[in-house]
């Protein structure tokens, strides 16, 4: 039989339409149905790769490729349910698209075991037309006798791997996995969308078997502080962590030509690259941001001489300390609380903090507090600060970005500017800090609560990576400057180079929406 091309059948139809019918008036409600099926059916058509023409035989309705219909919510097949054909794929010789039950009837069939006598092709080809020779029945029994074609057992292996490695997966056996991945074709990766990644986390057996427990006390902690903000509001809440930040933040990528193995890069001082100093932040749903910001350094005798303390930077939103290590000691965290929390705090005080030992001490921080206030810490459990602690879930991260997009703007500028040094970075975190004070961030500090679990309501806020460092055009905004510029303020939206934000100490506390 000569191939049909469908398609053109479809023209003859529109063509043999026009003529008996006039398509010059207004279409009918009839013809635009009509004109949707075709346009349907031609999709249909093109899906299913019929544009090429099959022989006859490939169509005869065997096991394999009968006429299948979608399941029904009913006992019959509804009227309105499509019959969607398994047609066989024209890439393929016909003998790989029968299955091996297929090829097993058709044998048992053909050796007819009533007359111990084997039927003529005619016979076999009346009740299974897709065989076409005796020597292909020949080489179907060999193959029923192995267990099936090259093709099924290359099949049956696949999934048999796929399934151990699924099964290996969820069990969390990073080994095994590995030994089944490596020993896969590349074909059988592509099929089950295998690929080789880096392991962003390692855990353990036992944190796999704490996890329901890790979740209750997740969903009990996050109860607690809804029950609290029910009963008391959102301004007496807050949320306080720290977080550490290297002297010198480097990039950890740069350009260089393929095949290089050794990528070196110049840093203005090789030990601020392994030492960090502590930033302490607090938030509130309600009041939002904290009008001062906790800083920690780190020098040799853990306090600041008499000489650095009379002329380092300061600012009146920043508190800067010290200590031997350059993190947060038990003192220091006493210090916070009478010197920066309280003093800030009305009736109420809720502190939500994470697990950290020191945290967790509240003797000594209620010997502190002022009598008139109502003070209460509230802990969430260990391993879940990533997702119930609002600092961690939003704040930190664009901060420390923000701040990190700067330096990198030293670097790749070459500015004569030791970002490690002390008086440098107190005035970076004094300007970036009151630039994150800009109403136009707030909405930022309700959204991690929201993400958080504590609040219902969600807020879009505005990212303020995005706002001050994303499409730079023009020039400064200072008269008869040309420097290139470094970001646009978060309060007054002006274009500004390094010189006049930094050198100039750009302080803005005009907001311009």
């Not at 409600?29 to 899906?47: C, T």
């Not at 796999?208 to 009990?220: F, L, N, R």
Request: charged share 25%.
């Amino acid at each position: 039989m000569e191939s049909i091309n469908l398609l053109n059948v479809i023209q003859l139809l529109e063509w043999d339409y026009k003529l008996h019918y006039c398509i010059d008036d207004f279409p009918s409600e009839a013809d635009r149905q009509f004109k949707d099926i075709v346009k349907d059916y031609e999709a249909s058509v093109v899906q299913c790769n019929l544009l090429n023409g099959r022989s006859e035989a490939d169509f005869d309705v065997t096991e394999p490729d009968r006429l299948l219909e979608p399941v029904s919510s009913g006992t019959e097949p509804s009227p309105h349910e499509l019959y969607i054909p398994r047609l066989p794929n024209p890439k393929l010789p016909v003998d790989q698209l029968v299955n091996l039950e297929h090829k097993k009837r058709a044998i048992t069939y053909w050796r007819n075991a009533v007359k111990k006598k084997r039927l003529t092709l005619a016979t076999v080809r009346r009740s299974f037309g897709k065989v076409t020779s005796i020597r292909q029945l020949y080489d179907w029994e060999k193959q029923v006798v192995e267990g099936g074609s090259r093709l099924d057992k290359l099949k049956a292996l696949r999934l048999d791997v796929g399934e151990q490695f699924f099964l290996a997966k969820r069990k969390s056996k990073w080994s095994r996995i590995w030994t089944y991945v490596d020993g896969l074709s590349l074909r059988t990766k592509r099929y089950y969308g295998i690929v080789d990644r880096k392991i962003t986390k390692f855990i353990t057996k036992k944190s796999i078997q704490e996890a329901p427990h890790v979740k209750e006390s997740t969903e009990a902690c996050v109860a607690l502080v809804r029950s609290r903000i029910a009963e008391y509001g959102l301004d007496c809440l807050w949320n306080a962590d720290q977080s550490g930040f290297e002297y010198e933040m480097r990039p950890g990528r740069t350009l260089e030509t393929a095949g290089v193995k050794h990528v070196e890069a110049i840093t203005q001082s090789e030990n601020s690259m392994t030492h960090s100093y502590t930033v302490m932040m607090a938030v509130s749903p309600g009041r939002r941001k904290f009008p001062v910001l906790f800083l920690t350094l780190k020098e040799e005798k853990g306090v600041f001489g008499p000489i650095v303390s009379r002329t380092m930077f300061k600012a009146d939103n920043l508190y800067v300390t010290a200590s031997t290590s350059g993190k947060m000691t038990k003192k220091l965290y006493l210090q916070w609380s009478e010197k920066v929390l309280f003093p800030h705090m009305e009736e109420r005080c809720i502190f939500l903090a994470d697990a950290w030992k020191t945290f967790t001490d509240q003797d000594s921080v209620i010997e502190l507090k002022p009598e008139e206030l109502e003070y209460e810490m509230l802990t969430t459990p260990p391993k879940v600060t990533g997702q119930i602690q609002p600092l961690d879930v939003l704040c930190f991260r664009m901060y420390k970005g923000c701040f990190k997009k700067i330096s990198d703007f030293v670097f790749l500028h070459d500015l004569p500017v030791q970002v490690h040094h002390r008086d440098v970075i107190l005035r970076l975190h004094a300007l970036l800090y009151q630039l994150f004070q800009s109403p136009r961030f707030e909405n930022l500090i309700a959204e991690a609560w929201h993400k958080s679990g504590y609040t219902d309501e969600r807020f879009m806020y505005v990212n303020p990576a995005k706002f001050m460092f994303d499409k730079l055009k023009g020039s400064c905004l200072h008269e008869n400057c040309r420097d290139i510029v470094l970001l646009v303020g978060g309060w007054c939206k002006a274009r500004l180079c390094f010189h006049h934000f930094y050198d100039a100490h750009h302080f803005c506390t005009i907001y311009l929406p």
